[in-house]
């Protein structure tokens, strides 16, 4: 783990984190807590490429999408600029019988489970509520009820275990995904107790990008994130966040450990949100543009670049490439976004229930009269 007394160079926080690549685009070949946990990473050439490409495709789609909420398309968009490595890094970590919990900020993690990028955009344009198949994607629905999500991925960890789906290396494990916000939730704490006791096959992921909307972390805790899984009666780790293999290292052992029936884990993913909260927020009202400018030198994509050049892993073609491939999949966003076709307002009452309810059927109805009762006039 590296410590403070190298801060300067690897931009750790005061007590370290895990961290195998520097801003400097050094790779450390593995690191060891205190725990006595090694980490490394053990990619081909071609997957330091690919996780490179993910990185920039991830960032590209974000770019899009705020573009596209400045010109009205998009009701809003959260944004997960400065926060790639993070995502990218623990979605590839999964394996693809595991199950994602995410907030309404994942859309890396997304990406990488292979899932059109499409699929959130109806809820951020308002013409759908969000809403898809978890187990057809293994990827739960966006939740924007803060810390909610940990407790369904309790009960879904408690859940598979019962099952019998755990406990060895082909197991299934759950992974939940939160900020540094949601550590102030009551809930988070009912999952972090639940998990605990049950011993349930989950990885808390929390991406501390040091705001909850106008917060500093300050505000939230007065330890360490990580270190509050003393308190539960299981492991924390802190990992640089802007290192995609480091957060790829830390969960994939953490994911592994919990199919096995180790319990759970809590990862802090220490990282940056570089942009807005989402696109109706202004943070020039809360922080400083240095801050923003010291976080800039620790950028996720940069490193990895720095990374692949210093080893003569990829050359301008391949960067071009990249580029021009990210840029194809975001021009494809766009023009399927502008297609969405608006909902007929009549569409709010389905999927009420599963089952259809004689209450919803009667207001559906007195909506239709409702709606009817224009027709042929002026307005
Ligand atoms: C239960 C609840 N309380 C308040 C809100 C309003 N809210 C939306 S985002 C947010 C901040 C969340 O911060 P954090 O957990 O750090 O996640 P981040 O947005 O930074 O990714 C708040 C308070 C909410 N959505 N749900
Ligand atoms: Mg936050």
Redesign the pocket.
């Known amino acids: 783990m590296t410590n403070g007394e190298s801060e300067a160079s690897t931009g750790a926080p005061a007590g370290g984190f895990v961290q195998l690549l520097t801003p400097d685009g050094e790779h450390v070949d593995s690191v060891t807590t205190e725990d006595g946990v090694t980490y490394s990473v053990d990619f081909t050439d071609e997957e330091y490429r690919e996780l490179y490409r993910d990185l920039v495709t991830v960032r590209r789609l974000d770019a899009e999408a705020t573009a596209l909420q400045r010109q009205g398309e998009l009701g809003i968009w ?1 944004s997960l600029l400065g926060q790639e490595a993070a995502q990218v890094g623990s979605g590839r970590a999964l394996r693809p019988q595991d199950m994602a919990f995410p ?3 994942e859309h890396g993690v997304l990406y990488t489970r292979g899932i059109d990028p499409i699929m959130p955009f109806g809820l951020f344009r308002g013409v759908d509520q969000g809403g898809w198949d978890p187990n057809e994607f293994k990827f739960n629905t966006y939740t ?5 999500q940990t407790l369904h991925a309790t009960g879904y960890a408690m859940g598979i275990t019962m099952d019998g789906k755990t406990g060895n290396a082909d197991g299934e494990a759950v992974i939940a995904y ?6 102030s ?1 009551g809930d988070v704490n009912e999952a972090f107790v639940w998990s605990g006791v049950f011993h349930a096959p989950i990885v808390f992921f929390c ?3 040091q ?3 106008s ?1 500093p972390l300050e505000r939230q805790t007065r330890v360490p994130l990580y270190r509050r899984a003393d308190g539960y009666g299981f492991p924390g780790v802190r990992v640089d966040g802007n290192d995609v293999l480091a957060t790829f290292a830390v969960t994939r052992t953490a994911l592994d450990q919990a199919r096995n029936g180790q319990g759970p884990t809590l990862i802090e993913a220490y990282t940056y ?1 570089m942009g807005a ?1 989402t696109s109706s927020d202004d943070p020039t009202r809360y922080r400083i543009a240095s801050e923003v400018e010291s976080w800039k030198a620790k950028d996720p994509i940069a490193r990895m670049k720095t990374f692949l050049v210093k080893q003569r892993l990829a050359d301008d073609a391949f960067f071009g490439e990249v580029d021009q491939k990210a840029g194809e999949v975001a021009l494809s966003l766009r023009e399927r976004v502008l297609e969405m076709p608006d909902p007929q307002p009549v569409t709010m009452f389905d999927n009420v229930y599963p089952n259809g309810s004689p209450e919803v059927d009667a207001q559906r109805a007195q909506f239709e009269r409702y709606q009817a009762s224009f027709e042929g006039s002026a307005h």
């Open positions: 959260a907030t309404y900020r924007i009820v803060i810390g909610s939160f900020g540094d916000g949601a550590t939730q991406q501390n990008n705001y909850a909307i917060e949100r909260h």
